[in-house]
T-cell receptor, first 113, second 110 residues
């Protein structure tokens, strides 16, 4: 199993540009999450999904959108990038009810200039 | 009061030392507890789950105190490789969303 994969690893955006951060998991997990982590800070939840076709906002959803058309994929869309969105973005998945381990992708480092 | 609170540290200890971290949580309905480890510029990874009876994995021991609403992590015989940030994670019953603490930084020096 590849686990959770994220692309790209690193990206520089200009203010106002848009991009999609890709996240795929091959563990058949129902639950998927997007977090951002600013330097020296904890993880903040952006959006989460409890299954294909179901998404909901987390703590900091403004400026982002998500979709979940399949169990495996959970892309995060940034529209009109702003410097405040400079961060490291982690995607994670889990299956509640069992061990509940959250598996994280390696992260996408985004710099908005 | 934050849902999950941790002392950010850093805890600076020599090799071989024993070090302990605590994490307090505010929601008494919390039912799942974990410690994650995050290395610099890497993703968090599960270190261990925390069970009501406590659990041990080699040099690491985790305890849960429901009455006082905290969990703890004890690391014995610290190694240089233990240097990382340790994240406390709590999930409430009926919630899909684990809550992460900000993390406690541990630096083990020679």
């Amino acid at each position: 199993n590849a686990g959770v994969t994220q692309t790209p690893k690193f990206r520089i955006l200009k203010i106002g540009q848009s991009m999609t951060l890709q996240c795929t998991q091959d563990m058949n997990h129902n639950y998927m999450y997007w977090y951002r982590q600013d330097p020296g800070m904890g993880l903040k939840l952006i959006y989460y999904s409890v299954g294909a076709g179901i998404t909901d906002k987390g703590e900091v959803p403004n400026g982002y959108n998500v979709s979940r058309s399949t169990t495996e994929d959970f892309p995060l869309r940034l529209e009109l990038a702003a410097p405040s969105q400079t961060s490291v973005y982690f995607c994670a998945s889990t299956q509640l009810g069992g061990q509940e381990t959250q598996y994280f992708g390696p992260g996408t480092r985004l710099l908005v200039l | 009061r934050k849902e999950v609170e941790q002392d950010p540290g850093p805890f600076n200890v020599p090799e071989g030392a024993t070090v302990a971290f605590n994490c307090t949580y505010s929601n008494s309905a919390s039912q799942s507890f974990f410690w994650y480890r995050q290395d610099c510029r890497k993703e968090p990874k599960l270190l261990m789950s925390v069970y009501s009876s406590g659990n041990e994995d080699g040099r690491f021991t985790a305890q849960l105190n429901r009455a006082s609403q905290y969990i703890s992590l004890l690391i014995r015989d610290s190694k240089l490789s233990d240097s990382a940030t340790y994240l406390c994670v709590v999930r409430s019953g009926g919630s899909y969303i684990p809550t992460f603490g900000r993390g406690t930084s541990l630096i083990v020096h020679p």
